[in-house]
């Protein structure tokens, strides 16, 4: 497409690649296939399938609002973790005491 350059993970590599190019592309397609879930999950449950807005910026200024969508559960599951780590510090003495003499020592 124009000046760009497509690339697909060919089942077998070419004969010419030498090692650092194989190992470029394998890890570049990898990295691929790990974010393609993210923006599945983007646009299935944060309403990017279909831009809503209006305007020369609004596919921007929706994939921004996804993000900050994504981001915010992230940080919900994150904050989830730490409170009841905090609980089940606050409820369990005997381990409490215990990591605490053993952060001491």
Not at 3 to 27: A, G
Not at 60 to 87: C, D, R
Request: aromatic share 12%.
């Amino acid at each position: 497409i124009g000046s760009t350059k497509i690339s697909t993970p060919d089942y077998k590599p070419l004969k010419r690649d030498t090692e650092y190019q194989k190992r470029s592309k394998r890890k570049k397609f990898r990295r691929r296939a790990a974010i393609e879930p993210v923006i599945g999950h983007l646009k299935t449950d944060f309403r990017m399938a279909q831009n809503y807005l209006s305007g020369a910026t609004s596919p921007q200024i929706n994939a921004f609002l996804a993000a900050t969508g994504w981001n915010l559960k992230e940080m919900m599951k994150q904050l989830k973790n730490e409170v009841e780590l905090l609980l089940f510090y606050i409820f369990n003495p005997v381990l409490t005491r215990f990591f605490l003499k053993k952060k001491l020592s």
